[in-house]
């Protein structure tokens, strides 16, 4: 078995005993013997799992882990996120005391340099946002970064952020004494066994029952597959779908450099695409993260015996980094580098890792695709994974790191080759708001794609879908100008949103993922799973969300039911494999219910605006008045020869209807529409307005952190029905709520903001935005998020105490509210 230190050299340990024997039983098999794997096996240890086996191919701490940087920032972009990477830092510096093996934990800091007005905006974004995950983080001068780096250039900084901590750990080492834990505590490791094929048992669900090995077969109650680059290929054996491929990264060493020390924190220069931090001996590692990079071509199978092997250097792909190198570090040279790491990692289509039970099996947890920082998330992940298996459910808000969010077409060969290029380089790329991927684009479009290009649309892209995010002037560039205080487009969304709040608006909303429940035993499963009630008239219309035990949202949707046993399912785009997988979860084998996605199937056209009715009256001889299509309704209709359902939703907060028809017939009806006089709006539009009126939207305010009753969402509970999370429901209720959501309104109209901006009450960080924007409507930027308070919350906490909200490094006083900053008595939808 080898080891590596920190100069990438492997070194033996005797520690692991050869198993001549594979057992044919355990409760649970991990697969990989990296730091990811060993970090999951240390925690079932610690939670008590007994009979827990530890494969490995070849040694532990080879493939991807002996050849990381090693680097451990704790700061992400997300709360649950960071917590992540908080706990990676809790367990490593823990691990020399409980296994007396030392991980090489060293917490230096960190720090990140800003050489560019907006890289500096985003710093100060990010340590506002420090403060509120708990994370110490300190904005200081360019000329201070100096102190940290003796040779540091500085003369194009602005300035720098400073984490204190941050840390490091020698990536070997580190695996070595988590696997030393997890021995201790009666986990088995085995070394030289590959694991070549998933046992399945197909079914409703595919059921993973074990592990077939070049040594034979192990059954088990859980294969944990932490193979990170092998993970993929192990997949496609039983047609699971784990999207990862291997991208190229490089770094060097250098010798030992005057005026280094171990104590230097792992820097980051984001603008040039670099990092670097200081070995024991006094040397660098310089590494680098480019725009763009190369995919490892090896079609769809890593090599087995890819251990400890690296990729051939390549200097000319990193001449240019180093050069970047050479600007900011003074007197760094070629003749300072002693060695090339050209190592290949797992990246993933989004940059972000992935865990949990992959769609629609039982019995696996896939843990990987660390997208570089996998040393950095591991612990944490690996922490969080075995509370994930023992609870059934994630046990904070991971959606976005749910390997469910992806679709089946992100695991093709070709799409991941050119995204994961693009992937690597998003570690240090500007985290613009709204910023879309550029690769691996049109896949999906909806039927009316051509229509929007002829209206000059920018698109944006959604699980693979290409959307109309607003629509240029003609004679302008249809296309994204990001920026931190004002965006291109957004003058041009005000004018969407003036027509929809003025006049009339056409929105193309097809994406929505769409499904057919049916069967006699459908309407007890939705009742089962849904906190409305779905016991209701025929072609009424139920806006529900489906909770978990603990009583949070696993996703919020629209049911119509179409017959007595029939019931159309309507949800958010990014959640047609999730919702389809948890509603089949709970689904009996042997129940008369059939779950059909008819996504792609059924185009949806939605006609809103004070005027929406006039406009639908003048094509169609259906009678749209309150008395006759009330809202919350939906009726079968025909406009200019189309059959559709019509139903009377809104999610921008005016009066309309979303049109619902096969997808074939949409180009027609959008022709009709807008010969009558509705104008295209947009996704970004969209937004704004929902925002505007304060509609929820899951990934925003709804996740599974919150409850019903804390997104202010009760009155969609039906409380004299038994559903799937109820009793927790009613604990809170008697207990009373410790955060809520509130809405905002800023009171100095120069300010943007766009999410993500900490909330202060009576000086004090109480939460963070979870949606905003600049209201075209109020002229004012406005957001949602949730407020934690130590008191049960009353109707008075809000005017007993004075909001403001942090951006750009300012305080800005804000107005606080339940109601929405538009229309709260709901006048407009009613109209």
Known sequence: MVQTLHNNTPVKAEFVVPQTNLPSQARVVVVGGGIAGCGVAYQLALAGWNDVVLLEQSSLASGTTWHSAGQVGQLRASSAQTMVNKASTEIFASLLEDTGHDPGWLQCGGLQLASSDERLYQLQRNAAMAEVFGVEATMISGEKCAQYYPMLNTEDLKGGIYLPGDGRVLPGECTIALAKGAMKRGVKIIENTRCEALIVEEGQLKRITGVKTNRGEIKADWVIMAGNMWMRQMGLQAEIDIPVYPCEHHYVITRPVEGITRECPCARDPNAGLYFRALDDGGLKLGAFKKRSKPWQIGDAVPDKFAFDLLEPDWPDFEEPFSDHMHRLKGISRDDIVKFINGPEAFTPDNNFIMGQPFMTEGLFVLGGWNSAGIACSGGAAKYAVEWIENGGMTLDLCSVDIRRFMPFQNGRKYLQERVSEVLGLHYQMAWPGRQMETSRGIRSSALYEKHKAHNACFGETAGWERPFFYAPSGEKAEFEYSFLEQNWQKWTAGEVKACRKDVALLDQSTFAKYRFSGKDALGILQNLCGADIDTKINKTIYTGLFNEKGTFESDLTVVRESEDSFYLITATGQQMKDYDWITRHTPESADATLMDVTEDRAVLSVMGPNSRKLLEKISEVDFSNEAFPFGTSQLIEIAGIKL???????????????????????????????????????????????????????????????????????????????????????????????????????????????????????????????????????????????????????????????????????????????????????????
């Open 645 to 831: 359902r019509a139903i009377r939703l809104s999610y921008v907060g005016e009066l309309g209807w979303e049109l619902h028809l096969p997808s074939g017939n949409a180009p027609a009806l959008w022709d009709v529409l807008f010969e009558k006089g509705a104008r295209p709006i947009g996704n970004n539009a969209i937004s704004a307005m929902r925002i505007e009126k304060s509609y929820r939207a899951y990934g925003h305010e709804l996740s599974p952190d919150e409850t019903p009753l804390e997104a202010g969402l009760g009155f969609a509970v039906c409380w004299e029905k038994d559903f799937l999370g109820k009793e927790a429901l009613l604990a809170q209720k008697e207990t009373g709520l410790k955060k809520r959501m509130i809405n905002f309104v800023l009171e100095d109209a120069s300010v943007k903001l766009w999410g993500s901006e900490p909330i202060l009450c009576n000086g004090e960080v109480c939460g963070y935005t979870s949606s905003a924007c600049f209201s075209p409507t109020l002229g004012k930027s406005i957001a949602m998020g949730y407020v934690k308070f130590e008191q049960k919350f009353t109707a008075t906490f809000l005017r007993e105490n004075n909001f403001a909200i942090v951006n750009l490094g300012k305080t800005h006083d804000a107005i606080a509210s339940l109601s929405a900053p538009y229309d709260p008595k709901r006048e407009k939808v009613n109209g």
